[in-house]
């Protein structure tokens, strides 16, 4: 049964736009990020470190391929690119504003930790958020990362930095 996304060539192009982009960041993960930085070496009889991440970033690469697929040999008539730029300027948009606050946060954390990080980052996105309440905001971004910090230390004996 066709519905009316399969239709639809402009979401068809947002998705197919999107499961591409999925696609480049998750084959970035495996093939770089992962075995540059995540131990691969596993001790005794436990799961090697970088297990849980390959595996997680194998199945939203197959998913986003999948959904890549489905899209291109679903979609009548043909994709609409032009409506589909339409459609995900707003995507792009968070999309950009999140790779700024990732770049922002992988310079911060080292430089001057996790608990000032975290509250200027839940601080910053609770105001582009649109929260009302000043009091329960900076409530929010104060106990929130002292919480995980504190859980972080008491359940898995991690410091965070």
């Given at each position: 049964?066709t ?5 639809d ?18 084959l ?7 075995p ?14 970088a ?10 690469l197959v998913?986003s ?43 911060a ?17 609770g105001?582009v ?33």
């Amino acid at each position: 049964m066709t519905t009316q996304n399969d239709i639809d060539g402009g979401s068809a192009a947002v998705d197919i736009a999107s499961g591409l982009v999925l696609s480049a960041v998750c084959l970035i993960c495996l093939v770089w990020l992962i075995p540059a930085y995540v131990n691969t070496q596993a001790s005794g009889s436990d799961v090697a470190p970088a297990f849980f991440p390959n595996l997680g970033a194998g199945v939203v690469l197959v998913l986003s391929l999948g959904m890549v697929g489905h899209r291109v040999w679903r979609t009548k008539p043909a994709v609409d690119w032009a409506r589909g730029w339409q459609l995900g300027r707003p995507i792009l948009t968070e999309t950009a504003i999140c790779v700024v606050a990732a770049i922002a946060i992988a310079v911060a954390l080292p430089t001057i930790g996790f608990l000032p990080t975290a509250v200027a980052m839940i601080g910053v996105g609770g105001i582009v958020a649109g929260y009302r309440k000043w009091w329960a905001l900076a409530l929010l971004a104060v106990a929130f990362p002292i919480v995980v910090m504190v859980g972080a230390w008491t359940i898995f004996t991690v410091a965070l930095p």
